[in-house]
């Protein structure tokens, strides 16, 4: 008996979590109702003659068949960082509020931008944006600020032009390392590990466009960045 409880307690469980959403073809049977509805936004229109010059989300088909909306007021489209479209046009769509419906149509009104993201299970970072976020983690954990900016700096003196006096891993950082990985037929990671400090040593010692006195100095840097454990 007890074991019979455990297994419709789990199964409960999965089936909210399965359905923690509504979709907007069942927005309509929850009218009144304080809900996150999903589904694709098809059509952006800017309603500029109607009171409070609302920017009007339809979701699945385009006006008039729309099956759901979302409502955003001109005063409130100023806190979002770029325009409904080219955020949200043709893309998996999530929004929570309040469910209200105009001419049998549900809608949700939007007032702050936490209520409206990309769905996440389609928010889909690119393989590039993916390893330079391993490579940001990376780097801020096993290095200093001060040794990131003489990462930078070493960067630079090889050729690539870097902002050096911001310690930020930043994606050309990143790119910068990559690239030179790819010249120097090192495996390609994007981190900063002793063979990459041994080969940017190597560069540096074999440069025709850097005095003694700059060599010298880089060659202190990275001596002092192999003392790390990395």
Same mark, same amino acid.
């Given at each position: 008996?007890?074991?019979?409880?455990? /297994?419709?307690? =789990?199964?409960?469980?999965?089936?909210?979590?399965?359905?923690?959403? /509504? %979709?907007?073809?069942?927005?309509?049977?929850? /009218?009144?109702?304080? !809900?996150?509805?999903?589904?694709?936004?098809?059509?952006?229109?800017?309603?500029?003659?109607?009171?409070?010059?609302?920017?009007?989300?339809?979701?699945?088909?385009?006006?008039?068949?729309?099956?759901?909306?979302? *409502?955003?007021? @001109?005063?409130?489209?100023?806190?979002?960082?770029?325009?409904?479209?080219?955020?949200?046009?043709?893309?998996? #769509?999530?929004?929570?509020?309040?469910? &209200?419906?105009? +001419?049998?149509?549900?809608? =949700?009104? #939007? %007032?702050?931008?936490?209520?409206?993201? *990309?769905?996440?299970?389609?928010?889909? @970072?690119?393989?590039?944006?993916? !390893?330079?976020?391993?490579?940001?983690?990376?780097?801020?954990?096993?290095? +200093?600020? +001060?040794?990131?900016?003489?990462?930078?700096? =070493?960067?630079? !003196? *090889?050729?690539?032009?870097?902002?050096?006096?911001? &310690?930020?891993? &930043?994606?050309?950082?990143?790119? !910068? #390392?990559?690239?030179?990985?790819?010249?120097?037929?090192?495996?390609?990671?994007?981190?900063?590990?002793?063979?990459?400090?041994?080969?940017?040593?190597?560069?540096?010692?074999?440069s025709k466009d850097l005095n003694y006195q700059k060599k010298k100095e880089l060659y202190y840097m990275i001596q002092s960045l192999l003392k790390r454990k990395i």
């Amino acid at each position: 008996m007890f074991l019979k409880k455990i /297994l419709l307690f =789990i199964f409960i469980f999965y089936a909210f979590i399965l359905n923690a959403y /509504l %979709s907007t073809y069942e927005a309509a049977n929850h /009218l009144g109702e304080v !809900a996150e509805v999903c589904g694709f936004c098809v059509s952006i229109n800017y309603e500029n003659e109607r009171q409070g010059k609302p920017v009007i989300l339809d979701f699945e088909k385009k006006y008039p068949e729309q099956v759901f909306s979302v *409502i955003i007021y @001109e005063i409130d489209i100023k806190k979002f960082e770029k325009p409904p479209e080219e955020i949200f046009l043709n893309k998996p #769509v999530c929004v929570k509020g309040l469910i &209200d419906a105009i +001419k049998g149509v549900p809608f =949700i009104i #939007v %007032s702050d931008p936490q209520q409206i993201q *990309i769905m996440k299970r389609y928010d889909i @970072e690119s393989d590039e944006i993916y !390893a330079w976020k391993q490579s940001k983690d990376y780097h801020n954990t096993w290095f +200093k600020n +001060k040794d990131r900016i003489k990462l930078k700096i =070493i960067l630079n !003196a *090889i050729g690539y032009k870097l902002n050096i006096k911001d &310690d930020t891993w &930043d994606l050309e950082t990143y790119r !910068a #390392v990559v690239d030179f990985q790819n010249k120097r037929k090192i495996p390609v990671d994007g981190l900063v590990k002793r063979k990459v400090l041994f080969e940017m040593e190597n560069v540096i010692n074999q440069s025709k466009d850097l005095n003694y006195q700059k060599k010298k100095e880089l060659y202190y840097m990275i001596q002092s960045l192999l003392k790390r454990k990395i």
